[in-house]
C-alpha cells in the first residue's frame, strides 16, 4: 500500500510540475535590435570582456579622427559557439587591440553586434548572430 501511495504522489508531483508553466526568457532576433544596413568597423582597445550566455559582450574604446575615445559595447555570439570557433576569455586582454566589424544599434548609442572581430594576431572569427547580414549560409 505504502508503494503504491509513492506512485501515485510521484506521478502527481510530475504531472503538477509538467502544468506548471515555465518562465520564458526572450530572445530577440538580430533585427529587433540592429540595424543590417547600418554596418560599423571599429579598431579600438578591449576595456573589459563577459562572457555570458545568451551573449557574449566585449567592450572597446575607439580613438576618433579628432581624438576623442567613444566605448562600444558589443554582443557577441553565445559562449558556447564561441568556444566551438576556439575562442576563449584568453584571446581578449583588457589593452589589447581589435578590429570589429558589425552593425549598429537601432537605437543610435554606441552599442553593435559584431559579425567578426579580428585578433591582434591576425586571427579573424565570425562572432555574430545567425540572422544577422553577414552570417554564413550554413549557419542561416
Known sequence: MIAVRRSLLSALLVAGLAATPAPLIAHPAFAAEFDGNKPVELKGAVTKIKWTNPHGWIYV????????????????????????????????????????????????????????????????????????????????
Do not use: M
Open 61 to 140: 574604446d575607439v580613438k576618433e579622427a579628432d581624438g576623442t575615445v567613444t566605448s562600444w559595447a558589443v554582443e557577441r555570439g553565445s559562449p558556447y559557439s564561441l568556444l566551438q570557433k576556439g575562442l576563449g576569455v584568453a584571446d581578449f586582454p583588457v589593452g589589447s587591440e581589435v578590429v570589429v566589424k558589425g552593425h549598429r544599434a537601432k537605437n543610435g548609442k554606441s552599442v553593435a553586434n559584431a559579425s567578426s572581430v579580428t585578433l591582434p594576431n591576425g586571427r579573424n572569427f565570425f562572432t555574430g548572430a545567425a540572422d544577422s547580414p553577414d552570417a554564413p549560409q550554413a549557419s542561416r
